[in-house]
């Protein structure tokens, strides 16, 4: 079976979750937890040598870490990547959207407030909220004329960018500002197979199990 090395609040590993959790493929997860560290141990280091989740690893031995490679790979051969070459292009394009231009910012902030470390990064927030306000309104141009961000379905490039998205109000961002953005989260939960970023999935399993 399929394993899945996770922290339960990060968005980038609910992208892997909610992927899995649509394709109906069964997994075990192992959770662990990088405020304390635990990435960072050798048994962790051994498989991922970046010392970061999400890591996927099959029972092979085969292991991909970086939650958009593996959100391509899982897709792989299923509507939710695109065959069309423009549109998978499409869809590639706005998973490094999310990668450099969202998730340092918007999934930056949501971590300060998460672990108590905004007072620590007081001087640095203002230039991190407006650049992560520069990427929601990005998304809100593209979505008032488009239903998704790939070939007007739902798709990667949807998971990739409504895992910090939808939790953007946790670090203080306005959503209530974004309505095309709003109406589109709507529609990300309303698809088949959804779960929530709370949601206990996988069997639960361990590092060294």
């Given at each position: ?76 051969g ?15 394009q706005?998973m ?21 470390l ?38 990667v ?16 961002f ?29 069997t ?6």
């Amino acid at each position: 079976m399929l394993r899945l090395y996770d922290f339960w609040e990060s968005g980038n590993c609910y992208k892997v979750r909610l992927l899995l959790s649509q394709l109906r493929i069964p997994f075990e997860r192992v959770a662990l937890d990088i405020l304390a560290g635990e990435t960072r141990r050798p048994a962790f280091l051994a498989k991922n040598p970046n010392g970061r989740v999400p890591l996927v690893e099959w029972p092979d031995g085969r292991r991909l870490a970086e939650s958009n490679a593996i959100l391509v790979y899982l897709a792989e051969g299923t509507p939710l990547l695109p065959a069309d070459a423009f549109e998978r292009a499409q869809a590639l394009q706005w998973m490094f959207f999310e990668q450099y231009s969202h998730e340092p910012y918007i999934a930056v902030v949501r971590f300060w407030h998460f672990a108590g470390l905004v007072e620590t990064n007081r001087a640095a927030l203002p230039d991190k909220v407006e650049r992560g306000y520069q990427a929601l309104a990005v998304m809100e141009r593209h979505l008032a004329a488009h239903a998704f961000f790939a070939g007007e379905r739902y798709t990667v490039a949807d998971i990739a960018l409504y895992a910090y998205t939808h939790v953007a109000g946790e670090g203080g961002f306005e959503l209530r500002r974004f309505p095309a953005v709003e109406r589109w989260l709507a529609r990300v939960r309303d698809q088949p197979g959804h779960v929530a970023i709370t949601d206990e999935v996988g069997t639960p399993a361990s590092l060294d199990g």
